[in-house]
């Protein structure tokens, strides 16, 4: 196969790659690049490569020219950074860039019949399909959205995590939005706003939401995330223990042209010395958080945030540190019984006087009245169909 032109002088080119280089590591393009390198003329070797590609492709689909060019808008390299940043690359830079991504877009078209031309064997050989992109005006549409599409891994996903000091994003996010909630629709309209102002670029607090477990705090967030994230709004959850690494995961995002809630779930210290630990972060984190950028905690109580120790009489307002407290007030009966109306109608299950009294039941025996005990009431009804 080294003796094809072609073959050979894409190959040279894929070395040459600077700014999008890390695509040469991916585990699709590898036995690619194997089979347009490989001097070999042995069929069994030629084979297991043409396969091994082919397997790795079918993995993500058929179309080659796709892939290559979804692994292009989704790489963070140095060039997509700058532009993220508001930051006019340099000349040089930006010449490498269309220069790789005409390259790129050489690999991507690439036939299969190419590839089976210069294999001795003449069995069926299963192929792809390609399609003509082009790369540079894609790539060039994908610069001017960055706002709210983002890039890289932030292109891919709505929710991230912290794991290794890594932001990664999560498997599998709650996908709850807006019109699924039910509740205190009061205290979830306020954290919409909130997060529609950080969009916007006007002022929005961090937030706390407190309240008793299972009104619908977490899912509050994650539905705002749900509801923005087509219009440039992420999430990064981080855990009470990983504060301390909320000044480096806040320096990552500061030249992001995407808004972020950072994200704390049950929010508590048992202390005043952990909930003094956790006011000098925030203190920290407070003077220089960036603009798009705001603190998002959960808690059973505001009280919990306070550290208080008596024997000291050392007191740690952790919950000064948000300026919008928002309180989700446990449902009283009547509105627990529209909760499981709601969730009933929903799962197509016919309500009966029997079927709410057996709900209040569930709640007594129970975590008492919440919008999760309705539902889960109701999916254990329908589990049981």
Not at 5 to 33: C, G, H, M, W, Y
Not at 34 to 41: H, I, Q, R, S
Not at 165 to 188: H, K, M, N, W
Not at 307 to 319: F, I, L, M, N
Request: net charge negative; aromatic share 8%; glycine share 6%.
């Amino acid at each position: 196969m080294g003796k094809n032109k072609k073959l050979q002088e894409l190959e040279l080119a894929l070395n040459s790659l600077v700014i999008f280089r890390k695509l040469l590591t991916n585990d699709v393009v590898l036995p690619l690049r194997a089979l347009l390198d490989t001097e070999t003329t042995d069929p069994i070797i030629q084979l297991r490569q043409y396969a091994e590609f082919t397997s790795r492709l079918y993995r993500h689909g058929t179309n080659l020219t796709k892939y290559i060019l979804k692994l292009v808008l989704e790489d963070e390299n140095f060039y997509i950074r700058q532009l993220a940043a508001g930051t006019e690359p340099e000349d040089a830079i930006t010449a490498c860039a269309m220069n790789e991504l005409l390259i790129l877009q050489r690999l991507s078209r690439l036939k299969p019949v190419e590839l089976q031309k210069e294999i001795s064997y003449y069995g069926v050989l299963p192929e792809w399909t390609v399609e003509e992109i082009d790369f540079r005006q894609t790539y060039a549409d994908h610069a001017a959205e960055l706002k709210t599409k983002g890039f890289g891994k932030y292109a891919k996903a709505l929710m991230f995590m912290l794991r290794d000091r890594e932001i990664v994003p999560v498997q599998y996010a709650d996908s709850v939005t807006p019109d699924e909630l039910a509740g205190d629709f009061e205290a979830q309209h306020t954290v919409l706003q909130n997060a529609a102002a950080l969009l916007a670029g006007k002022p929005a607090q961090n937030m706390l939401l407190w309240g008793d477990t299972g009104c619908g705090k977490s899912a509050a967030v994650k539905a705002a995330v749900n509801q923005y994230g087509k219009d440039g709004l992420r999430l990064i959850q981080l855990t009470p223990g990983q504060l301390n690494e909320l000044p480096e995961v806040m320096a990552q995002l500061a030249d992001n042209p995407l808004r972020f809630l950072i994200y704390f779930d049950d929010l508590m210290f048992d202390t005043s010395a952990d909930a003094g630990a956790a006011m000098t972060w925030l203190e920290g984190a407070a003077a220089a958080k960036p603009e798009n950028v705001i603190l998002c905690a959960t808690a059973a109580n505001r009280s919990l945030l306070r550290g208080d120790a008596p024997d000291t009489g050392t007191s740690c307002a952790v919950s000064g540190r948000f300026g919008l407290q928002i309180h989700f007030e446990r449902p009283d009966e009547q509105t627990y019984r529209s909760l499981v109306r709601e969730f009933a109608s929903r799962s197509g299950i016919h309500v009966t006087e029997e079927l709410l009294r057996g709900a209040e039941q569930f709640a007594a025996e129970g975590a008492g009245r919440s919008p999760r005990t309705a539902r889960q009431y109701i999916d254990l009804l329908c589990a049981g169909k």
